[in-house]
């Protein structure tokens, strides 16, 4: 088995001993496509926006920009896990969230939790992808 650490151009910094994303050669043709949580935060560590609506969208453009290291894409996203710090969110990220997986429909998790690492950020977005090579 072979993986790969994802690290992309622009990515927001990382705080401490793992990578934006991992690529895992399941042999067969197939690779598995880990991106850990994202969140709202610039590489310079700063909150993107204060609005749940934009920080929704920010985190999809940088799991895109994740998957796209790893010749991936949300169509092969096959599990997603959001954290929400308001649950009453939920009808404001819904609708992004359906953009985005519009074509691959993966199975979700959508929890409200207390608090996430960076202050001011309200959502929290990691997946799982498989692809063919």
């Not at 793992?18 to 043709?29: A, D, E, R």
């Not at 609506?53 to 796209?68: H, M, P, W």
């Amino acid at each position: 088995m072979f993986k790969e650490s994802l690290m992309p151009e622009g990515g927001a910094e990382i705080m401490g001993a793992y990578s934006h994303g991992l690529k895992v050669n399941l042999g067969n043709n197939k690779e598995m496509i880990f991106v850990t949580g994202q969140i709202a935060q610039d590489s310079n560590g700063n909150v993107v926006c204060e609005d749940i609506e934009g920080q929704t969208e920010y985190v999809f453009e940088c799991i895109q920009k994740i998957l796209k290291e790893a010749n991936s894409s949300l169509d092969d996203v096959v599990k997603a896990q959001i954290f929400l710090t308001d649950i009453n969110n939920f009808s404001k990220v819904s609708p992004i969230r359906n953009k985005y997986f519009a074509n691959s429909k993966p199975v979700s998790t959508l929890v409200e939790v207390n608090s996430l690492v960076k202050k001011g950020c309200k959502i929290e977005i990691e997946v799982i992808a498989i692809k063919e090579k």
